[in-house]
């Protein structure tokens, strides 16, 4: 059974060091073969020899089936990718002439966001010539900073950009 994977480890005939430190599909240390030996070993149990580590010295290799071992290795890599969170930036839209329930509505939204682990987009867009009352919304966003300071850290604070004015919300780690 000579096969040869192309993929993070050194299988069967890739490899060719002198010297290897052999464990046997038990996990028992069998001791110092050479490569072909230890390829012939591996062969007659219907297994592969794959190298583990190559920076102790001699290299340590194991007998194993590759494809089992491959197969366990990229389950548990997808167990692990399943259980981490990924940050998503989510968007609180309002303009600064905003009612006080339709701004309870808002901080509601980025509070339920925050909470699930997400940063909060606060965005407040100007139009025509509400340019000139930049320093209200500014002023709009401090104080959502403010409401939220128990659950959330100001990543970025007020900053005009365009005719829109941009505050980022962290959560915060005592979640």
């Known amino acids: 059974m000579k096969k040869k994977y192309e993929n993070e480890f050194l299988v069967n005939e890739s490899i060719n060091y002198p010297k290897i430190r052999l464990i046997n599909s038990l996990g028992e240390q069998m001791g110092i073969y050479s490569s072909n030996e230890a390829l012939l070993l591996a062969s007659e149990e219907g297994l592969d020899l794959v190298l583990i580590s190559d920076k102790s010295k001699p ?10 071992y ?7 890599a997808k167990e692990a990718k399943k259980k981490q969170h990924n940050t998503v930036l989510k968007e609180v839209k309002m303009r600064y002439k905003i009612e006080q329930h339709d701004y309870q509505v808002r901080i509601n939204q980025a509070l339920r966001f925050l909470q699930a682990g997400d940063k909060v987009k ?8 509400e340019i000139q009352h930049t320093n209200l919304a500014i002023e709009l966003l401090k104080k959502m900073a403010i409401d939220l300071k128990d659950i959330s850290t100001v990543q970025q604070i007020p ?3 365009g005719r829109s004015i941009i505050m980022i919300l962290n959560p915060s780690k005592k979640q």
């Open 59 to 68: 290299p340590v290799c194991k007998i194993i089936d590759y494809g089992k």
């Open 70 to 76: 491959k197969f366990s290795q990229e389950k548990k």
């Open 122 to 129: 606060a965005t407040i867009i100007l139009k025509g010539r």
């Open 159 to 161: 900053t005009k950009d």
